[in-house]
């Protein structure tokens, strides 16, 4: 009888050994990062590359690389009945950060939220990835640039600039400008967000079609809360609020 309360619970100890380090082992091979040899290896097959840049952006001296990606589904591409384009690519697209390793390119970060070429609800609205650039490093840190401008239903020209950094092992939210351009009227009006400090600039009273230098209002408020968003939690094809 003692052997055998003896035997039950170191059973139960080793078991429970084994699980944690079984349990250990799957959570170091998922948090392996996947490493490939070229960049052109993480594109998936019927893919395509619309937009490449390359800089450093983890400081180590190396060429890193941002691309953005499009499925080439002809199933999505789809009849437009309405205003604007007879056709609508609604294929999907992805954002991918590779960081260059010794021995090919790790891919660090990736989103899914970038809009497509066109849009179902407003087929009015033009690429907001093909009229600027809309991918660029700049000392050290990325930049996500997107243009929106309709055909048809708006005035308005409105430009969003996401600025991240890496740190900490991610691609951070450091910044975010967004600007207003009234085609009708020339009004312009321009809300730049540094998440590091807190601070909102607002600038109003520029006008594009003024024969003379108007004055310009600047307004400094500060945020309600801190926002700590990575890359992966932007939502690129939505409007964003921060209060």
Request: charged letters at 25%; proline letters at 4%; glycine letters at 4%.
């Amino acid at each position: 009888m003692p052997i055998q309360k003896w035997i039950r619970p170191t059973l139960i100890l080793n078991t429970l050994f084994f699980i944690t380090l079984t349990s250990n082992a799957w959570a170091k091979v998922e948090e392996k990062p996947t490493l490939k040899t070229s960049y052109q290896s993480f594109v998936p097959k019927n893919w395509k590359i619309l937009e490449k840049v390359q800089g450093d952006l983890n400081q180590d001296g190396q060429a890193d690389i941002a691309l953005i990606i499009e499925d080439t589904n002809p199933e999505h591409i789809v009849k437009n009945d309405r205003l604007g384009s007879d056709v609508l690519n609604i294929n999907e697209r992805k954002l991918l950060v590779l960081l260059k390793q010794t021995h090919g390119y790790q891919l660090a970060a990736t989103n899914t939220t970038l809009p497509t070429e066109g849009d179902i609800e407003s087929p009015c609205l033009a690429d907001p990835l093909g009229e600027t650039e809309a991918l660029s490093i700049q000392k050290g840190v990325l930049k996500v640039h997107l243009h929106y401008w309709l055909s048809c239903g708006s005035w308005y020209v409105t430009n969003h600039t996401y600025t991240f950094r890496y740190q900490d092992r991610a691609f951070k939210l450091i910044g975010y400008d967004v600007n207003d351009f009234h085609r009708a009227s020339g009004d312009i009006t321009a809300r730049s967000i540094n998440f590091m400090t807190g601070k909102v600039k607002s600038t109003t009273g520029e006008n594009e079609f003024a024969e003379t230098t108007q004055p310009v209002k600047v307004q400094w408020t500060t945020l309600k809360q801190r926002y700590a968003l990575k890359l992966e939690q932007v939502q690129f094809n939505e409007a964003l609020e921060f209060k």
